[in-house]
């Protein structure tokens, strides 16, 4: 059975940066997409941004130019990273991996963006 780990999260300030880790462990086949989804407090879960198993590459609208995914396929991990953060991006971050017959989805990682 597959897992996901999410690393990388913390305190940063406006203007910031920090980079996402994903890395999958356990059996995990046929994996179509890889994803980035964040849920700040009170609100629900929202898109992010997806790397497709061709290399792809999509973007919500408030995170495009300030996010960039990516993913190294060799060890399993998808990156998110992002810049000049907002107060805004504050939230907890998931990483999603899509196969033909199930997501998975890591346990998440807070990300905080505070002066």
């Known amino acids: 059975q597959g897992q996901l780990v999410e690393l990388g999260g913390g305190l940063v300030q406006p203007g910031g940066s920090l980079r996402l880790s994903c890395v999958a462990s356990g059996s995990i086949f046929s994996i179509t997409a890889r994803a980035w989804y964040r849920q700040a407090p009170g609100a629900q879960r929202e898109w992010v941004a997806t790397?497709?198993?061709?290399?792809?590459?999509s973007y919500a609208a408030s995170m495009k130019g300030r996010f960039t995914i990516s993913r190294d396929n060799a060890w399993n991990t998808v990156y998110l990273q992002m810049k000049n953060l907002k107060v805004e991006d504050t939230a907890v971050y998931y990483c999603n991996f899509r196969t033909d017959t199930r997501d998975y989805w890591g346990q998440g990682t807070q990300v905080t963006v505070s002066s």
């Open positions: 790397i497709t198993s061709g290399g792809s590459a």
